[in-house]
Nanobody, 125 residues
């Protein structure tokens, strides 16, 4: 059974940093793309970043490029999202999701993934 557990959220001031973790189990880590998504109150869910299992390549939404970094530690089956220079627009519940690549699933099709429960990030002004 695929399981994802996010952690690392919290309250931070504008300009601060947080590192989110997504601990994964129930699948072969290198077979899956893992993405970070967020949903702010009253807004639609947004894809933030994705890292492929096949080659480790990464993508970011434009608003976080240069400030957020996604990475993974295969030995720990964990994906991280380092978030720097945070601003109040980043306030949201952040979710990680896994997409098994050999099944044709991808970060670009969020409904095809397995999702964690989310972690709250709040950036104060």
């Amino acid at each position: 059974e695929v399981q994802l557990v996010e952690s690392g959220g919290g309250l931070v001031q504008t300009g601060g940093s947080l590192r989110l973790s997504c601990a994964a189990s129930g699948f072969t880590f290198d077979d899956a793309a893992i993405g970070w998504f967020r949903q702010a109150p009253g807004k639609e869910r947004e894809g933030v970043s994705c890292i492929l299992g096949s080659d480790g390549s990464t993508t970011y939404t434009d608003s976080v490029k240069g400030r957020f970094t996604i990475s993974k530690d295969a030995a720990k089956n964990t994906v991280y999202l380092q978030m720097n220079s945070l601003n109040p627009d980043a306030t949201a519940v952040y979710y990680c999701a896994v997409f098994i690549e050999y099944l044709g699933k991808a970060c670009s099709d969020p409904e095809s993934g397995h999702w964690g429960q989310g972690t709250q990030v709040t950036v104060s002004s």
